[in-house]
């Protein structure tokens, strides 16, 4: 592809967490998402575009930060290699690591670079999130240009959650010009833990809203970088879950310009920056039309969920329990959690199947009658009986579950645990 006569960085806003990162000698296409029904069919895109493969064009290797569907698109990257050719791709180098097991699923001949590239006088730099957890999967891209006793430098934090010595760490007395961060959040909290007639919801709603906008302003305050450019976070819910969009907790991006002198939106599929100049084009300073949002979301309200398709017909109670006694020895194994907390998993013919979280507690499944039987603390699971055997079978993943809003929950207390929820990633045969 052609070089870049520009002695900088610049950055493209394509959807989401994808941007182009361009410099003389290289440009990176990150995280492209561009197909609907992710999630196992709950996820759309808004806004859409009827061509992204124009608005991004050839790029010199791919940059996938973490596996989630909204950051690893298969279909969209078959689409772009057919257009422009197969490229490599630069990820986190981590253990154990997903990503990497995916890539060369997904794509036998795929080329992967382990954390770090150099072309010419650009260094690219993949900072693994760790947290000590085998649930962690995220990852932060570095990209520096030295050109003329002077360092072009900007970083790409995607979805990694605020983390104060992560991200002390890569700042380490460097100079940023440029930071991408999250300003919000996706997620099944509160929309699927509440009731939509239950107030709490609404409440909890507004609280994610700030506490977001705050983890992006103690992030960005850390980071010290000239300008900041909330991104990523961008979907809708689609079919039945169309009712919930409201309740998600998420802000449009120019929220923050009230907040955050510092911080630039680019419109998207097209706005961009430069380190030179530090000046969008094509920003955007207004929220995107509810009129138009309406529009998409009257749209995709009648798309079926993948489990609600006739290739997967509804399982009887006891290949649910037998895949659930198998499921619950694996997840015993890999579990983080040393106290007790309890799965039950809720039946319309009120016999219900209950799993303890607690590595060192007493295994096995138990069937009860009542929820309440178990006592607290409990989180209550009410699913699709197709898509829990889905799940324990490994024909979907439970962390897709979670983030795809696919099942509700009732945690009694409301307390979040993530070694609690990371328990279920492993609750498959």
Same mark, same amino acid.
């Given at each position: 592809?052609?070089?870049?006569?520009?002695?900088?960085?610049?950055?493209?806003?394509?959807?989401?967490?994808?941007?182009?990162?361009?410099?003389?000698?290289?440009?990176?296409?990150?995280?492209?998402?561009?197909?609907?029904?992710?999630?196992?069919?709950?996820?759309?895109?808004?806004?859409?575009?009827?061509?992204?493969?124009?608005?991004?064009?050839?790029?010199?290797?791919?940059?996938?930060?973490?596996?989630?569907?909204?950051?690893?698109?298969?279909?969209?990257?078959?689409?772009?290699?057919?257009?422009?050719?197969?490229?490599?791709?630069?990820?986190?180098?981590?253990?154990?690591?997903?990503?990497?097991?995916?890539?060369?699923?997904?794509?036998?001949?795929?080329?992967?670079?382990?954390?770090?590239?150099?072309?010419?006088?650009?260094?690219?730099?993949?900072?693994?999130?760790?947290?000590?957890?085998?649930?962690?999967?995220?990852?932060?891209?570095?990209?520096?240009?030295?050109?003329?006793n002077k360092c072009h430098r900007i970083i790409n934090l995607n979805d990694c959650v605020y983390d104060k010595d992560f991200l002390n760490k890569i700042r380490n007395k460097k100079n940023y010009d440029i930071c991408l961060a999250a300003y919000t959040a996706a997620g099944s909290y509160p929309q699927t833990y509440f009731s939509v007639d239950d107030p709490t919801l609404e409440i909890e709603s507004?609280?994610?809203?700030?506490?977001?906008?705050?983890?992006?302003?103690?992030?960005?305050?850390?980071?010290?970088?000239?300008?900041?450019?909330?991104?990523?976070?961008?979907?809708?819910?689609?079919?039945?879950?169309?009712? $919930?969009?409201?309740?998600?907790?998420?802000?449009? *991006?120019?929220? @923050?310009?009230?907040?955050?002198?510092? +911080?630039? !939106?680019? %419109?998207?599929?097209?706005?961009?920056?430069?380190?030179?100049?530090?000046?969008?084009?094509?920003?955007?300073?207004?929220?995107?039309?509810?009129?138009?949002?309406?529009?998409?979301?009257?749209?995709?309200?009648?798309?079926?969920?993948?489990?609600?398709?006739?290739?997967?017909?509804?399982?009887?109670?006891?290949?649910?329990?037998?895949?659930?006694?198998?499921?619950?020895?694996?997840?015993?194994?890999?579990?983080?959690?040393?106290?007790?907390?309890?799965?039950?998993?809720?039946?319309?013919?009120?016999?219900? $199947?209950?799993?303890?979280?607690?590595?060192?507690? *007493?295994?096995? @499944?138990?069937?009860?009658?009542?929820? +309440?039987? !178990?006592? %607290?603390?409990?989180?209550?699971?009410?699913?699709?009986?197709?898509?829990?055997?889905?799940?324990?079978?490994?024909?979907?993943?439970?962390?897709?579950?979670?983030?795809?809003?696919?099942?509700?929950?009732?945690?009694?207390?409301?307390?979040?645990?993530?070694?609690?929820?990371?328990?279920?990633?492993?609750?498959?045969?």
């Open positions: 592809m052609t070089m870049s006569t520009s002695k900088n960085i610049s950055v493209k806003m394509i959807y989401a967490a994808c941007v182009v990162i361009k410099t003389p000698d290289l440009t990176i296409l990150c995280d492209p998402w561009f197909t609907d029904g992710i999630y196992d069919g709950s996820w759309f895109l808004y806004p859409t575009h009827d061509n992204p493969l124009s608005v991004i064009g050839d790029c010199d290797v791919v940059y996938i930060s973490h596996i989630h569907p909204d950051h690893y698109d298969p279909t969209f990257l078959r689409q772009y290699f057919a257009e422009f050719g197969s490229k490599p791709f630069i990820i986190a180098e981590r253990t154990p690591n997903y990503l990497a097991s995916k890539l060369r699923q997904d794509f036998k001949n795929a080329e992967l670079i382990m954390g770090k590239f150099s072309r010419g006088n650009t260094n690219a730099n993949v900072y693994p999130h760790e947290t000590g957890s085998i649930n962690e999967i995220d990852s932060a891209l570095e990209v520096e240009l030295e050109y003329s507004e609280k994610k809203k700030k506490k977001m906008l705050d983890r992006y302003l103690d992030t960005t305050k850390i980071i010290g970088a000239q300008v900041n450019i909330p991104f990523a976070g961008q979907y809708v819910l689609g079919g039945r879950l169309t009712k $919930l969009n409201r309740f998600r907790g998420v802000v449009d *991006a120019t929220e @923050v310009l009230n907040l955050e002198p510092q +911080s630039v !939106v680019l %419109e998207e599929y097209g706005g961009t920056i430069d380190t030179d100049h530090l000046i969008a084009i094509h920003g955007r300073c207004t929220a995107h039309s509810d009129l138009q949002l309406e529009a998409r979301l009257n749209e995709i309200a009648d798309r079926k969920m993948d489990y609600e398709l006739d290739s997967y017909p509804e399982p009887e109670y006891e290949q649910i329990y037998d895949a659930l006694t198998l499921s619950e020895i694996n997840a015993r194994k890999k579990s983080e959690c040393t106290e007790d907390h309890f799965f039950v998993f809720v039946f319309d013919d009120e016999l219900n $199947l209950v799993v303890n979280v607690n590595q060192s507690g *007493a295994g096995g @499944v138990r069937k009860i009658s009542c929820a +309440s039987e !178990v006592g %607290e603390p409990r989180s209550e699971i009410y699913i699709d009986r197709r898509y829990l055997f889905g799940l324990l079978t490994k024909q979907f993943h439970w962390n897709n579950a979670e983030v795809g809003s696919q099942y509700e929950t009732r945690r009694i207390p409301n307390k979040f645990d993530r070694a609690v929820q990371g328990y279920l990633n492993f609750l498959a045969i």
